[in-house]
Every structure is written in C-alpha cells, then in structure tokens.
Nanobody, 128 residues
Framework: QVQLVESGGGLVQPGGSLRLSCEVS????????IAWFRQAPGKEREAISC????????YYTDSVKGRFTMSRDNTEAIAYLQMSSLKPEDTAVYYC?????????????????????WGKGTLVTVSS
C-alpha cells in the first residue's frame, strides 16, 4: 500500500521559514516526479511546485518563486519543500502527490494530469 505522509507544518510569523517533508512508502519514489499542492481556506487546491525524477529540475508557481525550494532524496524516498519569506497568504494545507504514471512535471502553466496518491496534508499557518 502506497502512503505519503507530510510533516513540518505549523505556525510561523510572516517572514519566517519552514521545511515540509513528504515521506513516501510502498512505491519507488525514484521512478516518479512528485509535486506539492496547497489549499487555502475557501479556495481551490493549487499546484505550487514539482520536481522531476531524473534531472531533478523543478517548477514553481509564480506566487512562490524565489521563496520556496523543492528537493528530493530518492534513497530515503522523501521530498522536501523549503519555504522562506513566508506570507499570510501562504496559509494553507500543503499536500504532496505522485503516482506510478507521474513520470514528469508538466510545463509551466500546463495542467496536471490526475494524480492518484496523496498525503493527508500538513497545515501551515502564517500569522503574527
């Protein structure tokens, strides 16, 4: 059974930093791309970053470019999202997602295919 478990969320002041982790078990993460999504209260879920499986190239939505950095450790089957200069509008539940068909990140501004495996999310609250 494939499981994705996010951790690292919490309450942080504006301008602060957090590092989210996504641990994947039951599937070889090294074979797939993996993405982070977030859903803010009252808003639709949005894709915010993605990392490819081989060259580890990364993609970010405009609102987080320059502030968030995604990385992965295929040996440990963990994906990370380093978040800096956090803003109140970054408050959301953050999810990681992948599946066996997710071989590459979509080009910028392109839609994501349906992804099957999701974690339950970790809450990030940015507030003073």
């Amino acid at each position: 059974q494939v499981q994705l478990v996010e951790s690292g969320g919490g309450l942080v002041q504006p301008g602060g930093s957090l590092r989210l982790s996504c641990e994947v078990s039951g599937a070889p993460l090294g074979n797939y791309a993996i993405a982070w999504f977030r859903q803010a209260p009252g808003k639709e879920r949005e894709a915010i970053s993605c990392i490819n499986r081989l060259d580890r190239s990364t993609y970010y939505t405009d609102s987080v470019k320059g502030r968030f950095t995604m990385s992965r450790d295929n040996t440990e089957a963990i994906a990370y999202l380093q978040m800096s200069s956090l803003k109140p509008e970054d408050t959301a539940v953050y999810y990681c997602a992948t599946d066996s068909h997710f071989k590459g990140c979509p080009p910028p501004d392109s839609p994501y295919q349906a992804i099957m495996w999701w974690g339950k999310g970790t809450l990030v609250t940015v507030s003073s």
